[in-house]
Structure formats: C-alpha cells, structure tokens
C-alpha cells in the first residue's frame, strides 16, 4: 500500500464503479488543468485580437499582437498562482465615473434610463464617487494649522 498508484480513490462511474487509483486522480487533474490553459489562452488570444481589430489593426497583425501579449502573461505570470475575481468593480467604475460627468445634481432618472440601471443605483454611483472625492481631497488637503511640512 505504500506505492502511490496503489491507493484507491473515488469511484469510477465509468468503469462500474470501481475505485481510481491515485495516481489516475492526479492524471484527471493534470489534464484538466492543461485543458483549462489552453481555454485561457485561447480566449485572451481571440478577445485580444477582437479588440485590436475593432482599433482598426489589420487582422494578420491584430492575431500577432494578441499571440504575443499571450506569450508575454504565459511567460511573466506562468507558475503564480493567481484568482481573477468575477467582480465588475474596474468596469463599474468606469461607469461610475461616466455617469458622474453626466450629473447636473438633479437628473438621476435621466441617467438611470441612458444607462439601463435603476435610480437607486445612479444615486448609490454619485455618492460613492463623491465619497472617493472628498477622500482625496482630504488626503491632498493636510493640516491647514499645522503645516510645519
């Protein structure tokens, strides 16, 4: 029992369920993180290339360019174990700040309609933008009493 294929694991349903050896478990994952690798490459390769054409890069280039950032991250990132979290916060921003350069302090539904969003959540953007604001200022600010600085 002290070889690693040796070890049982989870049932097969394939095979009428019987176990899996260990090292078949290890294989599985493997594999299915290369498939994993290949997906992500291939769609940042494709998204990138999408991107560049719509920038009015010529297709041949626009792939070569994509293949090449893809090369880049593969070759600066590979090994790290990094979670890209499925939050929006960079696009809510973003938006965020659009809507914000809209605002004439009181035409809230205007912008919730232009947008597809909810007043509510207009309002929800232009007080957290004016949050972050007076936070900068606050800090760009100092100690107007004190500035021995």
């Not at 700040?97 to 539904?109: K, W």
Request: glycine fraction near 6%; include cysteine; charge should be positive.
């Amino acid at each position: 029992m002290g070889a690693l294929h040796a070890r049982p694991g989870p049932a097969n349903p394939a095979r009428g369920g019987a176990p899996k050896t260990q090292s078949c478990l290890m294989n599985e994952r493997e594999t299915r993180m290369r498939i994993r690798r290949h997906e992500f490459f291939e769609d940042f390769v494709a998204v990138a290339a999408r991107v560049l054409i719509d920038l009015g890069i010529h297709a041949t280039e626009a792939q070569l360019a994509a293949s090449a950032l893809a090369d880049h991250v593969a070759s600066h990132w590979g090994g790290q174990n990094i979670n890209m979290p499925m939050d929006f916060r960079r696009a809510l921003t973003k938006l965020e700040l659009e809507i914000y350069s809209q605002f004439t302090g009181n035409n809230y539904d205007e912008l919730a309609r232009a947008n597809g969003i909810a007043e509510r959540t207009v309002r929800r953007y232009v007080e957290r933008i004016r949050k972050r604001l007076a936070e900068a200022a606050r800090r760009d600010q100092g100690d107007l009493f004190n500035n021995e600085h």
